[in-house]
Nanobody
Framework: QVQLVESGGGLVQAGGSLRLSCAAS????????MGWFRQAPGKERESVTA???????YYADSVKGRFTISRDNAKNWIYLQMNSLKPEDTAVYYC????????????????????WGKGTLVTVSS
């Protein structure tokens, strides 16, 4: 199966920046839809951003304009550039993949993903 490994989490002050990375296995990585999700203490897991195999993107309203998802198909990596971080961004961030060309109207959602990483903790201090 596909293996996903996140890295780059840590402690950062509000207003700062951080970049998360996710290394993925798979010969056909370029055909995967990839996403970033997060779960804060006491809250449900939510979709942060996702990028389709064709380059289409989704961003949650809460991160639009601050976060950017990108992918490097040659390296089988995706990235999450996080700028202007806020304390409410504090959460465990998970990388996920859909390898099945999902045509769902909610293609970016957790239910569309087939594989998940273990997560990396991001803590934003005020």
């Amino acid at each position: 199966q596909v293996q996903l490994v996140e890295s780059g989490g840590g402690l950062v002050q509000a207003g700062g920046s951080l970049r998360l990375s996710c290394a993925a296995s798979g010969r056909t990585f370029s055909s995967y839809t990839m996403g970033w999700f997060r779960q804060a203490p006491g809250k449900e897991r939510e979709s942060v951003t996702a990028i389709r195999w064709d380059g289409g993107t989704y961003y949650a309203d809460s991160v639009k304009g601050r976060f950017t998802i990108s992918r490097d198909n040659a390296k089988n990596w995706i990235y999450l550039q996080m700028n202007s971080l806020k304390p409410e961004d504090t959460a465990v961030y998970y990388c996920a993949a859909d390898v099945n060309y999902s045509a769902s109207s909610r293609w970016y959602s957790a239910g569309s993903m087939n594989y998940w990483g273990k997560g990396t903790l991001v803590t934003v201090s005020s």
